[in-house]
């Protein structure tokens, strides 16, 4: 027989989400479980159905379900067979599929449970509609492709079952059951021209219904076997079996032979096995993703549990559906006392409306907002939080939910303002420091350019303020600087602009300035305010300001250079003495860079060492006898010329390089003093000039023990001149400790410039000197000058009741030295008896007859 190929039929395969309710015939054929099995065949040829369901005639449940291949495993030996009731044959229970379900989820329940069939049942009421078969569920898969790619011959298994015509029905049935079959190929050894036909289970059940005595095969087989070549593709021979109505198709090879016999079931088992490994996979895929997305369920709710983070869940109108535990230890609310409210509850009264109205249209249309929040928690504190809301979206990106995750920031906002406290405002004072200042400054000064207007710079300290720290402590330092601080402030009236720079030095921004006499005032008033009494521990302490102003645009166009000409300012309304202000001159200017210059220039010579120490006679003005040199440091700069000591001996102590620069005198005096005598002269004293600041140096004992030890000099050939602005009231104590030791070696000690300071003469007794030197100030005008006469007499008598030696200073006239010696003063210095003179001269003054010098006129 020759089969075209036939185009597939559209009923065959569907999709396979419609219910399966849609696709079955509806209708059943039952019977009672009483029925005999030839009734029951019987009905099921009628119906042409492959199985008949048992029904309970009382109770209407269906009890179980009996099919033709239930048929095969009758014993047809059995002479009773037909008229056996069903309900011994029947299987049960019978298993059903409401009829929404898909036939993915049947496919699904008859893999699980192993069956071929299942009662279709009504959802609602559980009405059985229908039977649904595996091969019903494998045609609507979608596999057609394979149909069209595989040939018959590839889905046979094993050799068909070839059973003789002649054989006894009996054997012929068991021999089927024997071998599992659902039908034989029968041979007509005799029938040339139709040499094959077929019996099937349907068979059986017509020999069942029949109950008529059939004796051999041939009785009951169909003597016709509808047949294709092993080349013909399996959706031809699907659809020739759908055309014919027949279940079953042979197989015949090239000669003539039976080599298959396949049914409709036996095609779809074929490709059963692409369905049920795609079924697997489908299965295994939704166990994995059922079994990962119930862990992430998991996961989120263990993260959402043990999150420091507060967490809110709310529905799409904002009520709170649920919050986790961190969110009532942040709040101080319970889950209870929230859920079914709006996160209103928190709300601190901080923000306006329209931030609120801006982070729910953000929400809205971006389904995200973050920022900072400021919410209040249960007992009533304020506090900042992060904030992060997200939407949660269904399938149809419908807002469902929204998730608000929060974090207490209290704690970073403390970091942070503390942060850029420390690094805009001064920790001592909480004035603005340096870099608050130099940032309000940029900003005054725009608005002064964009304005035309004027603006100015107070730059100010404390007058003698390190007096304060050394005498009392740092700590009481520190007090008086924050009163400074608080007194500024009060006299300014806008905090904003007073800043402290460090140390004792203060700014005040004057952001706009009118008139110069409004400054003047401000100034007058900060003086007063600087200059009433402290108590500081138990002390009463005055404390003076000089102030510098810089004007902006006459003296500066730039921050830097108003502060620089506001600080020159400053120092010179120190000089104009102290407790007052001074306002920056071009002059002052000018005077500020040729300080700098000298500063530089300063600073390298004392790193070339390029000085010089000169000589000044001290005389004995009654026996006309040398009695000693005053060494005076030289400068002769190549650049600046010769520059006086009274200039750079106050900036090398500002500058911090007084030790070296006295270190560098007292070392060259000794190896001088070392020269001379080893040359043999009769060396006599050299008194060196001791500054303040170098005799509160903690090495300048020491430094006198190493010039001393290096030169090998006799310490009685060392004498220290020192000014009465070295005995100041804190560092008195331990100086005179250090003067006694030094004048246990041998070394001289003589007061300098004396009468110019206001030492006590209390403390002048307790100290170890040996000479008080007569200021050059009181003997320039003698003996004329009525005072001056009376002070030079004073002295001299004090000195001689002190027990003191007394020199004259700055002798220029035999007047003067005449005067001095009739007045008692036993010394004398100056340019009548011999001017400051380098080294060389000394060798000439040493050998020199000074009694002419002292007598001849
Ligand atoms: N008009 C006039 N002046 C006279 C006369 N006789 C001496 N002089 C000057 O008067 C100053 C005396 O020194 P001083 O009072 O200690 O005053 C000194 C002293 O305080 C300081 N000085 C000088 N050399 C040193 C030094 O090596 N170390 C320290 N620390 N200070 C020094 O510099 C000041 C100025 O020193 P000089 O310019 O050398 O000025 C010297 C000297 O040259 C005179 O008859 N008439």
Redesign the pocket.
């Known amino acids: 027989m020759t089969i075209a190929k036939h185009a597939l039929l559209n009923d065959l395969f569907v999709s396979d989400d419609v219910p399966v309710g849609q696709l079955i015939h509806s209708g059943l054929l039952t019977c009672p479980p009483e029925t005999c099995l030839s009734e029951a065949a019987r009905l099921m040829q009628q119906a042409h159905v492959s199985c008949i369901l048992i029904q309970d005639p009382e109770t209407q449940a269906l009890v179980g379900i009996w099919s033709e291949g239930d048929a095969r495993r009758l014993d047809f030996t059995d002479r009773q067979l037909i008229s056996r009731p069903i309900g011994d044959f029947m299987s049960h229970p019978v298993r059903s599929v409401p009829a929404s379900w898909s036939l993915n989820q049947v496919g699904m329940k008859l893999k699980r449970e192993g069956v071929r069939r299942l009662l279709v049942i009504q959802d609602e009421d559980q009405r059985p509609l229908g039977i649904v078969t595996q091969t019903d569920v494998v045609r609507q898969q979608g596999l057609e492709h394979y149909l069209y790619m595989r040939e018959v011959g590839s889905a046979i298994r094993q050799p068909p079952l070839v059973l003789d015509a002649r054989m006894p029905v009996a054997e012929a049935v068991h021999t089927l059951q024997e071998s599992n079959s659902e039908a034989a190929i029968v041979a007509y050894p005799q029938d040339l021209h139709h040499p094959w036909g077929i019996i099937t289970e349907r068979d059986l059940i017509r020999l069942l219904a029949d109950a008529q005595n059939y004796v051999c095969l041939g009785d009951i087989a169909t003597h016709q076997l509808l047949s294709v070549e092993p080349d013909t593709s399996l959706i031809a021979a699907v659809n020739i079996l759908r055309e014919k109505k027949f279940r079953h198709l042979g197989v015949i090879g090239p000669q003539g032979q039976p080599i298959g016999l396949l049914s409709l079931g036996d095609i779809l088992a074929s490709v059963e096995y692409a369905y049920v490994n795609r079924l697997r996979e489908a299965l295994s895929a939704r166990d994995s993703a059922l079994k990962a997305s119930m862990e992430h369920l998991r996961l989120a709710q263990k993260v959402i549990e043990v999150s420091l983070d507060g967490i809110i869940i709310t529905d799409a109108r904002g009520i709170i559906e649920s919050v986790n535990p961190s969110f009532t230890e942040l709040t101080g609310y319970t889950a209870e006392e929230v859920i079914g409210k709006t996160p209103k509850v928190l709300s601190s009264g901080r923000h306006q409306s329209n931030f609120y109205q801006n982070m729910w249209q953000a929400l809205k249309q971006q389904g995200y907002w973050q920022g900072e929040i400021w919410n209040k928690r249960k007992n009533g504190d304020i506090f900042p939080e992060w904030l992060t809301i997200t939407a949660i979206r269904d399938e149809k990106e419908q807002i469902i939910q929204y998730a608000a995750i929060f974090a207490d920031i209290s704690d970073r906002k403390r970091k942070e303002e503390k942060i850029h406290n420390l690094a805009y405002f001064d920790e001592l004072t909480g004035l603005a420091n340096r870099r608050l200042l130099n940032d309000r400054l940029q900003q005054a000064l725009s608005q002064a350019r964009k304005h035309e207007a004027m603006l100015a710079v107070l730059f100010l300290d404390l007058d003698l303020f390190k007096r304060i720290n050394d005498s009392l402590g740092h700590a009481s330092g520190d007090q008086v600087l924050r009163r400074v601080a608080r007194r500024l402030q009060d006299a300014v009236g806008t905090e904003d602009s007073v800043a402290r720079l460090g140390g004792d030095e203060f700014v005040i921004l004057v952001p706009e300035v009118e008139h110069l006499t409004d400054l003047e005032r401000l100034s007058h008033r900060i003086i007063a305010a600087i200059h009433q009494p402290m108590q500081i521990e138990g002390q009463e302490l005055f404390v003076s300001t000089s102030i510098g102003i810089s004007l902006y645009p006459q003296d500066a166009q730039n921050t830097d250079d108003l502060l620089k000409n506001a600080d020159s300012a400053m120092y010179r309304a120190k000089e104009n003495g102290r407790n007052n202000f001074s306002f920056f001159t071009q002059q002052l200017g000018q005077e500020t860079s040729s300080r700098l210059t000298l500063e530089n220039a300063l600073r390298r010579a004392l790193h070339q060492q390029a000085f010089q120490l000169f000589y000044?006679p001290k005389i004995d003005i009654h026996q006309g006898k040398l009695k000693g040199f005053e060494?005076?440091?030289r400068w002769n700069d190549e650049h600046l010329g010769f520059v006086?000591?009274?200039d750079f001996?106050p900036m090398a102590e500002q500058l911090g390089l007084i030790d070296s620069l006295?270190n560098w005198?007292l070392h060259e005096a000794c190896q001088q003093l070392k020269w001379w005598q080893k040359a043999g002269l009769d060396v006599v004293p050299i008194a060196?000039?001791?500054?303040a600041r170098?005799l509160a140096s903690p090495h300048f004992e020491a430094s006198i023990h190493q010039a001393l030890q290096d030169s090998k000099i006799p310490a009685y050939l060392l004498e220290l001149?020192l000014t009465e602005s070295c005995f100041l009231p804190e560092h008195a104590e331990a100086i005179a400790c250090m003067l006694h030791r030094l004048r246990q070696l041998g070394i001289k000690i003589s007061i300098?410039?004396f009468g110019t300071g206001y030492s006590s003469l209390s403390y002048l007794k307790r100290l170890p000197l040996d000479t008080l030197k007569i200021d050059?100030s009181f003997v320039r005008e003698l003996p004329h000058a009525h005072d001056d006469c009376q002070i030079a007499i004073t002295i001299i008598a004090m000195a001689k009741a002190l027990g003191l030696n007394v020199v004259a200073?700055?002798?220029?006239t035999y007047e003067q030295l005449t005067f001095l010696r009739e007045q008692g003063c036993e010394q004398g210095?100056?340019?009548?008896l011999g001017r400051?003179s380098p080294a060389n001269q000394v060798v000439t003054w040493l050998a020199q007859d000074w009694h002419t010098q002292v007598y001849d006129h």
């Open positions: 000044q060494a005076l440091i006086s000591p009274a001996i006295g005198v060196i000039n001791i500054s170098q001149e300098d410039d050059a200073e700055g002798i220029e210095q100056g340019y009548y400051p």
